[in-house]
């Protein structure tokens, strides 16, 4: 990928300001909040049937995660999603926990038929259910992915007609033809509480502004990443203090920084 | 003002510990929890309909913040609301988002003529709206004030008998007739989710110790102002880290400090 | 207490990673979820009732904190319960602000009497109401104790089958014939909002990996308690960064920490 692209876009997010309308959990929301400002957009959390309507209208993407979901959000879910298809308004969908129980797994898929979301980001094992080729998915933070995790990516994208994002040590992105590999990041972002719920939400954020998703999907990944990289490099004491750099790295994040320093490799 | 009773309600707040029942959101209210704790009062937040009498009457002051509301939530906070009202305990109303949809105006709307709110504390554009002197509210922190926000506040305060507080680079404070203007605060308080609804707990927590609401009110926007100007003094990394001292700045603000930088103006 | 057996407790949580379902509040799980991590278990969130049976069937351990209850959860909190108990599951019960209210008081006394749990935490308040002893709280961290508080403690343990134990100065853990005092921590773990709850995470973590409860509350009371001293003797600022290192710390401890430093005492 022309890292010049990741560049224009990261400007581009942070020219506009849009607004992200999260329906999420309630374990990781202020977290997702929070890195939604620091990227550059503004957040709003709503789950309420009776604002979706006007709510999603007015964003710029909507991020759904069903990390703590329950009857009631999961109709909120359904509802905002289809006024942003309607609307184009880019979806994102992470799939917390897909697999680990059945009603997520079911859930997951009816968001996905019923919505077409844009782009569907979940870990190894969560793609790896989705798209049918097993894998084992223990609670929200653990999994077994498939063995060959590229293929699976890109059968679940050409099936859905989503960018499929699967995070791992090496984050894979693809749109069923194209494939990218981004290799930013740091170990001590899984050791932190919700680094896969920000993702979603800087994913949004890069989708509100973009006409290319996957560019979208990867540029998210790699500035991410790269923030995870320098918290750690000046980290003092340990995963929490990591956590509270990695938001004031995302924050001071440039545009040129996301050029400069994304490893992100077609594959 | 004079900044002496400033000094002499914050003493009596940390003398007195007294609780704050929230009613609010699901984005913040860990902030709101821990900023309550660090300007010396006691935070409960309970929203279940079966102990809202109950837990309400222990109460110093109630804080209702719609910024994640729905329909069994709102209830909840009539009930209270009632309560407080009976009991002669300040109510302190954070109309988040007011504007953006339809479902937050009217909830606002309800609010406010069923419970006579003591206290509405919103940004500009909030305030704007619910006065109705037009305004723009885009999400919960982006929005446009009526021209003569002064006006537009005492025009509210007149016509709701509560203590409007209109948050911006100077927080405006009136009851009507007296108005005050607060310059205390930093601009890295806009990057960090949640501070207003921080505002409004530590609003909460200054009128459960006071007679005049207004003067809590302007007690409040200084001391938290105040905090933030000590935290952006020595901040290191970014907003993130601004938002680790700003707690601990809270927690270290003496009475003595509130009466001798506390930037409040009549206006 | 040999504390060579809080050492080999310790490396097996961190060999074996349990999963820890939480049934929690809104305020602190963010902050249970995180504690979790660090020391060294795996966190999920969940409180669907259309997913408790297959959720909890996977984990090692369940943790029912009622801090922020309402009947939707109240409800899956007793079908977790349930589950849990048929397949021998240790239930950790936090009854938050027991006694403040009466939903509270009759709630977790129902949660008592129909899921027998394994451990009930509290705070000495909350311990000396459900132990029908007396006792004032007043919201949900503030109370008064019963006036002989091990006696009580033997007592609610005896009469439920439960480890108790009572947070304070001193925290005590007993099974009604067996009795510990652990005297680790920090008076700053008062200053911020959520350290009861973390406890109770990090209980439910020892739980699953425990033959012995008194043994797992014991060491993790110590554990937790040792990671607050830490945390405090290179504080910086306030409260929140303590809070900031109280997570650090709970991260870098070691199991050979945990036997030097436990202050545990057969009382």
Known sequence: MDNSSLKELFA?????RPLIHHITNYVTVNDCANITLCIGASPVMADAIEEMEEMTSIAGALVLNI???NSRTVESMLLAGRVAREKDIPIILDPVGAGATSYRT????????????????????EISVLAGAG???KGVDSCDAAD????????LA??????????GKNDIATDGITSYSVSNGHELMDKVSGTGCMLSSVTGSFSAVASDLLTASVAAAAAFGIAGERAAADKSYGPYSFRTKLFDKVSSLTPED?????KVERI
């Open 12 to 16: 581009a997010l942070r020219n506009s």
């Open 67 to 69: 990390g703590t979901l």
């Open 106 to 125: 079911k859930t997951s898929q009816t968001l996905i038929e019923e919505l077409c979301p844009s782009v569907i980001k979940g870990n190894a094992g």
């Open 135 to 137: 894998g084992v998915v």
């Open 148 to 155: 060959d995790l590229i293929s699976v990516c890109k059968s």
């Open 158 to 167: 050409r099936e859905t007609g989503a960018v499929v994002v699967a995070t």
């Open 258 to 262: 996301l050029a400069a320093e994304a």
